[in-house]
């Protein structure tokens, strides 16, 4: 059974710091998914990544899949408020396309 | 707009209704699918649709939900004898379902059901 682990669940930082969220996965996963939810709002597809080593980047968010060790990352480079949000990752079983969540990490960026 | 739209946006039902919610995926999108998320928690899997046919129900918690797409298009989730624990927001996504990156699912803003 594929399940997804994320943490932290809750991070509060300062504008300009850099962080990172880790999501871990239990068992071979094909390709690992990063969303973000506005309070209220739907999910919002940020990056998808689909081979071990593959890197994303997108303004101050990048993210990394490691498939061997099972872990993406999400890391945050010179928060700033409008990045406050809380972010998902999913991942989905081998040629499966049922994906599997995370809790969710709520982010919480202070001026 | 070419998003995924759902309707209604919030339903609020008794205890016992049928309910039925909506799901307009993005045009040429072969594959919806449909979600269920609690407050403070990540969506949950309900069912996944390859066309016209349901090609997984796994996630449905019983058969008192049941999900159609009989054209291959719009599907519609209709839930039976509504129960408390039922309230939470669906979710539907499309996919374009060719491999790769066009396998991302795309997301509806959700029906906010409330089952008093």
């Known amino acids: 059974e594929l399940k997804v682990e994320q943490n932290p669940l809750f991070l509060s930082m300062q504008e300009g710091k850099n962080y990172t969220i880790y999501c871990n996965y239990s068992?071979?996963?094909?390709?690992l998914y990063w969303y973000r939810q506005d309070p209220g709002k739907s999910l919002e597809s940020l990056f998808v990544?689909?081979?071990n080593g593959a890197v994303k980047q997108e303004g101050r968010l990048m993210a990394s899949l490691d498939t061997k060790a099972r872990l993406s990352t999400l890391h945050i480079t010179a928060a700033v408020h409008d990045l406050s949000a809380t972010y998902f990752c999913?991942?989905?079983?081998?040629?499966?396309?049922?994906?599997?969540w995370g809790a969710g990490t709520k982010l919480i960026i202070k001026p | 707009g070419a998003g995924v739209s759902q309707t209604p946006s919030n339903k609020v039902t008794e205890k016992g209704k049928y309910v039925e919610l909506r799901c307009d995926p993005i045009?040429?999108?072969?594959?919806l699918y449909w979600y269920r998320q609690s407050l403070g928690q990540g969506p949950e899997f309900l069912i996944y649709?390859?066309?016209?046919?349901?090609?997984?129900d796994s996630g449905l918690p019983n058969d008192r939900f049941f999900a159609v797409r009989p054209e291959g298009s719009v599907s519609t989730l209709k839930i039976q004898r509504t129960e408390r624990g039922d309230s939470a927001v669906y979710l539907c996504?499309?996919?374009?379902?060719?491999?790769?990156?066009?396998?991302?699912?795309?997301f509806g803003p959700g029906t906010r059901l409330t089952v008093l």
């Open positions: 996504a499309s996919s374009l379902f060719s491999g790769g990156d066009l396998d991302e699912q795309f």
């Open positions: 045009s040429g999108h072969t594959a």
């Open positions: 649709f390859q066309g016209t046919g349901a090609a997984d």
């Open positions: 068992t071979t996963s094909d390709r």
């Open positions: 990544l689909l081979s």
């Open positions: 999913a991942a989905n079983l081998d040629s499966n396309y049922q994906l599997i």
